[in-house]
């Protein structure tokens, strides 16, 4: 299947030439996690909105170098789901031979010297032991330099290939709430009301970005702009009218932000959010700190509340 086949499979990131897609009914995120390659800008999770033990297409195109095995981290929040193992992916770019592309989270279906398409079928997608309780399945992606192809930094920085950011910007979201569409005991993935595209509008120095990532449990987060920036600025970011950050570094088209120290809450219960970039209907993933707690109901109306 060609990258374009029918439009399933859309370009969203790049670096150095290397192109990185991802299904049209998934999500992706360059910010959405606590590993040290999201807060600089070096890696992208995409998720094919597919189950654990399915499998996954390739987001890249290139031949496969070397496949490791790699233990995992103890979890005890789901160790009767979760995988005591995960994998390393080593393709080497056919877009840009002066590069290799780093993957992760995948039991190959491939082996070293398959040369494999984007969208071609690739592995099983993993519960792995280096995830939260509420991670969903996804592809982990960095682009490296093959001399040094496995350290948890040393990626090239990304470019975010989903452009015209603000094609909704009629659209204002003076509060969290919609209804709830999907429920499972660790989460609620929550439409809001108002017509959005690709992801939820928040404001940071007086413009309008797409938040992207989990607050406040990770301490951090990205806005993904629509221009380019040029210096350094520094201020805040508001959800809703409410500030949940302060602008830490600047990358080329995103803001890394410093999480605030807010509580959200959902009948008056703590909970943790999530945000990602969609390339559908954008939806609010509401982490549920205790199975069952706040009680929630599927197609219930809800609002979330932000405070100090």
Known sequence: MSANENGRIIKV???EGVSIYCPREGKFSLFNSPYPAHKAYTAIDIYPNRDFGLTALSPVLGEIKEIREVACPEKNSFKSTRTTYDYVILMHSLENPKYWVKI???????????????????????????FDYWTDPHIHIEVRNP?????????????????????????????????I????????LMLLDGDLKYGIPVEVCGKRGLIDGGVPHYGFFGVHIEHENKTLQSGPVKLCGAEIGIIEHTYSDAYLIRC?????KVKNAPVKLSFYLYLSKPLVKIILEKPGKPKLEKFEEISVTISS
């Open 147 to 179: 001399s040094d192809p496995i350290r948890a930094r040393g990626g090239l920085k990304l470019k975010r290939e989903i452009v015209n950011l603000n094609e909704d910007n009629n659209v204002r979201v003076e509060e969290l709430r919609g209804v």
């Open 181 to 188: 569409v999907e429920l499972k005991p660790e989460y609620a």
């Open 260 to 264: 605030l120290n807010q509580t959200f």
């Open 13 to 15: 990131a790049s670096s």
């Open 104 to 130: 992760l989270h995948l039991e190959p279906l491939v082996k070293v010297g398959d040369i494999v398409r984007v969208g071609e079928e690739m592995g099983i997608l993993l519960r792995s032991g280096f």
